[in-house]
């Protein structure tokens, strides 16, 4: 892949005082273009996130290479990271109730966003904020930007983060699980908004679920990660014909609209899967 967003290789997570790491000898790299990172509860995929922004202080990372662009993510310094996060790499979390402010009006945390990374007037902040408001389709914009998070809905709170996290066109945005908290409706509506943006700017998107039918609908390419460690990476639309037995295995988990109505299997680990090369 030439000029990627992301080169990290091997990189390695792990929490003080835990027997093991987290995250463990990962490897991959990030085109402008959707990758799906895809494992259960545990797997290592929001501290696979966080580990990218720098976000994990108490923890130790370690990586062969670890590059954004034309920044060392291993080496910089916080005072480094902080020209970066926010304004080059964003991160969308899941639920907007813990994310946002409650005692601050919606549209002063977007505002406070762009200030943090771009000298300008507070009415210039507030424009910006309300024009990119608008475009995640927010009606009333200029009323919603006065809201206070408890006043808006789960959909638009997270359009609302969203916008927030768009608006200094940062170069990378991860994404961790962003419609969890939605309704199948919004969370259609919300994915369409984000993918729209993303192509749009051309920017590299990082998409952490655990929906493996969102990743196969909406990612170009996905990573399967079992115990911290990348056991398969594939192109989105060939999920179904995923090797490795873990990925088969949370495949057959899924329940189907179509079809019998049976025990849906349990899937049988092996040991082994915690120390194979990836596929």
């Not at 990290?8 to 005082?17: E, K």
């Not at 995250?23 to 929001?46: A, M, P, W």
């Not at 109730?97 to 002063?108: A, E, M, Q, T, V």
């Not at 200094?168 to 984000?194: C, G, K, M, Y």
């Amino acid at each position: 892949m030439s000029d990627p967003v992301l080169d990290i290789r091997n990189l390695s997570v792990r929490y003080a005082g835990a027997p093991g790491p987290a995250v463990r000898d990962v490897s991959f790299t990030l085109g402008r273009e959707r990758l799906g990172i895809v494992g259960e509860s545990g797997s290592g995929k929001s501290t696979l996130g966080r580990a990218l922004m720098r976000l994990l202080p108490s923890a130790e990372i370690t990586a062969e290479r670890m590059q954004f662009e034309d920044v060392d993510l291993l080496n910089a310094t916080e005072r480094q990271m902080l020209k970066v996060r926010g304004r080059r790499m964003s991160m969308i979390l899941q639920d907007p109730k813990f994310s946002l402010n409650p005692i601050r009006k919606c549209g002063d945390q977007i505002a406070e966003a762009y200030r943090t990374h771009f000298r300008c007037r507070p009415a210039e902040a507030r424009q910006k904020a309300v024009d990119m408001l608008e475009a995640v389709q927010i009606r009333e914009a200029s009323r919603v930007y006065d809201l206070y998070p408890h006043e808006v809905s789960g959909g638009m709170g997270q359009r609302i983060m969203i916008a927030m996290m768009l608006l200094t066109d940062p170069d990378l945005v991860i994404a961790d699980e962003p419609t969890s908290a939605l309704d199948v409706t919004v969370r259609l509506e919300v994915l369409r908004i984000l993918d729209g943006l993303v192509r749009e700017k051309g920017i590299g998107l990082v998409m952490i679920s655990h929906d493996l039918s969102l990743v196969r609908n909406f990612c170009d390419r996905v990573l399967i990660m079992y115990a911290g460690r990348v056991v398969e990476t594939l192109n989105a639309r060939e999920l179904d014909q995923a090797r490795h037995p873990y990925t088969r295995g949370l495949l057959a988990a899924q329940p189907r609209i179509a079809g019998g109505r049976g025990i849906l299997p349990v899937l049988k680990r092996d040991p082994a899967w915690e120390e194979e090369p990836a596929r």
